[in-house]
């Protein structure tokens, strides 16, 4: 139950996260960057981010530091942040779900895939590298 609450919780964190740097990148780093440049900026500091918030949830929630919990904090994440992704794109940007998945053949979309995947995968990443360097979270 740790880790469903840990991932709920990085979700929302991330969410948070990208709901302040969305509208920065589109109104202010596209014009001056470029669509590419923009997303890859965004990415950056999204991945500090994501650090940081998964590093915080598995020490927040004491989650176990096997890759089953770390996996489950991940999973619960995507599985709120998919259909939040969906409703923002569809009822805040307008789009229809057509140009919103042709979007990810873009090199945009393509950063914004891996970056889904490293969403996904962050708390376990962080455990795995924590417990590599023999330090513990707890």
């Known amino acids: 139950m740790q880790a469903v609450k840990a991932g709920v919780v990085y979700f929302l964190l991330m969410f948070a996260v990208g709901w ?8 202010w780093a596209v014009s001056r960057f470029g669509r590419v440049e923009a997303t ?39 599985g709120v942040l998919i259909p939040a992704e969906i409703a923002g794109v569809v009822f805040v940007r307008g789009l229809s779900f ?31 590298l924590t417990r590599g360097r023999g330090g513990a979270i707890s």
């Open 40 to 78: 890859l900026l965004e990415a950056t500091i999204m991945l500090v981010a994501m650090v940081l918030a998964a590093r915080w949830v598995t020490r927040q929630f004491e989650v176990r530091q096997t890759l089953p919990a770390t996996i489950a904090i991940g999973l619960v994440a995507l």
């Open 98 to 128: 057509q140009d919103y998945f042709s979007g990810f053949l873009t090199a945009p979309g393509m950063i914004s895939l891996v970056m889904f995947l490293i969403f996904t995968a962050m708390p376990s990443l962080v455990t795995l």
């Open 20 to 27: 302040i740097l969305g509208p920065i990148r589109e109104l």
